[in-house]
């Protein structure tokens, strides 16, 4: 069997199952959190689905759009009694939340997160929980541009890739739930340590959007007609720079580490193709041109300007402002 049809056979056996959560509480509906509870509801994986949201018209809402079974404002009365807990705020914001609901977490919760960095997740999170309780870090590797629960959609999760890090303390019973929910959401549930998670996203999600909100700065010097005549590749490239600057401040100061390496490594390399152009060797500029392709190509990304190149987000961990 192939991994897609084990993935979608784990997805069909989730939903003829039943409950394989009693209650869900998603702590910050925004994108990601509001498609979480849209798909757990949609496909029957919890028998409530409980959001902890900011806003009293937000409870409304949500509950409105089918995201949640009920919405609480106070953070103890949307995670009490939860056998899952998501933790879908801002990363920094992370270990504050939990160091305030884990009085009402009993033996045999769970904690997961969607957030885009696990080092410091992993480092912190763990020893502010009660004895019994795990954390097991989640990242799903997809989002968009719009945020906040009004965009939420209960497919974004299939076919995307979906990093879990390994339970702390160690559960391997609490991991396989884990993974075992995110491939139930139809996404490709991978396994990494909380270290090769940072590094791996630096270069495939955290150092574009550096890159490409870099570069969309750069067009206050551009000349001022410039812009009429953008096309498709323009778009391509700056299409991640309209995301949302404080989400994503959040997430390249939290894995400053890991974006070291990739951000000296393009740096070097713009650097030598600038060279090459200034002075005007073509043969130099189509080695790194051909380079580049080929590195392209090697991992399966390869396609031209203006073609149809999916986004590779980090997981829109930031609450909705509500």
């Known amino acids: 069997m192939s991994e897609r049809s084990a993935q979608r056979a784990a997805s069909e056996r989730g939903e003829r199952g039943g409950a394989?959560?009693?209650?869900?509480?998603?702590?910050?509906?925004?994108?990601l959190g509001g498609s979480l509870g849209l798909a757990l509801r949609?496909?029957?994986?919890?028998?409530?689905?409980?959001?902890?949201?900011?806003?009293?018209?937000?409870?409304?809402?949500?509950?409105?759009?089918?995201?949640?079974?009920?919405?609480?404002?106070?953070?103890?009365?949307?995670?009490?009694?939860?056998?899952?807990?998501?933790?879908?705020?801002?990363?920094?914001?992370?270990?504050?939340?939990?160091?305030?609901?884990?009085?009402?977490?009993?033996?045999?919760?769970?904690?997961?997160?969607?957030?885009?960095?696990?080092?410091?997740?992993?480092?912190?999170?763990?020893?502010?929980l009660p004895a019994g309780v795990?954390?097991?870090?989640?990242?799903?590797?997809a989002g968009g541009h719009q945020t906040g629960y009004a965009h939420a959609r209960a497919d974004l999760f299939e076919d995307a890739a979906c990093i879990v890090t390994p339970a702390r303390p160690a559960n391997p019973a609490a991991e396989e739930r884990v993974l075992w929910l995110w491939r139930a959401l139809g996404a490709r549930a991978l396994r990494r340590s909380a270290a090769r998670h940072d590094e791996e996203v630096a270069w495939v999600s955290h150092a574009p959007h550096?890159?490409?909100?870099?570069?969309?700065?750069?067009l206050a010097?551009?000349?001022?007609?410039?812009?009429?005549?953008?096309?498709?590749?323009?778009?391509?490239?700056?299409?991640?720079?309209?995301?949302?600057?404080?989400?994503?401040a959040d997430i390249l100061v939290s894995n400053k580490q890991a974006l070291a390496g990739p951000l000296l490594s393009a740096a070097e390399r713009a650097a030598a193709l600038a060279r090459a152009i200034e002075s005007g060797d073509r043969d130099a500029v189509a080695t790194l041109l051909t380079a580049a392709r080929d590195q392209l190509a090697a991992g399966g990304t390869n396609a031209p300007s203006g073609g149809a190149i999916p986004e590779i987000s980090a997981a829109k961990s930031a609450a909705p402002k509500e």
């Not at 795990?134 to 590797?141: E, K």
């Open 210 to 218: 550096a890159i490409a909100f870099a570069f969309a700065a750069s």
């Open 42 to 128: 949609e496909r029957e994986l919890a028998r409530e689905v409980v959001a902890v949201v900011r806003r009293a018209g937000a409870q409304r809402e949500v509950v409105a759009l089918g995201i949640a079974d009920r919405a609480e404002r106070e953070l103890a009365a949307g995670v009490r009694g939860a056998d899952l807990v998501v933790l879908a705020s801002p990363v920094h914001a992370m270990a504050g939340l939990v160091a305030e609901l884990a009085p009402q977490l009993s033996p045999g919760a769970i904690v997961t997160d969607v957030g885009s960095v696990k080092g410091v997740l992993a480092e912190s999170i763990p020893a502010l």
């Open 134 to 141: 795990t954390y097991v870090g989640s990242h799903p590797m």
């Open 221 to 248: 010097d551009a000349p001022a007609g410039a812009r009429e005549l953008a096309g498709p590749g323009f778009r391509d490239f700056t299409r991640i720079a309209a995301s949302d600057p404080a989400m994503w």
């Open 20 to 31: 394989h959560f009693q209650r869900v509480a998603i702590v910050g509906a925004g994108l």
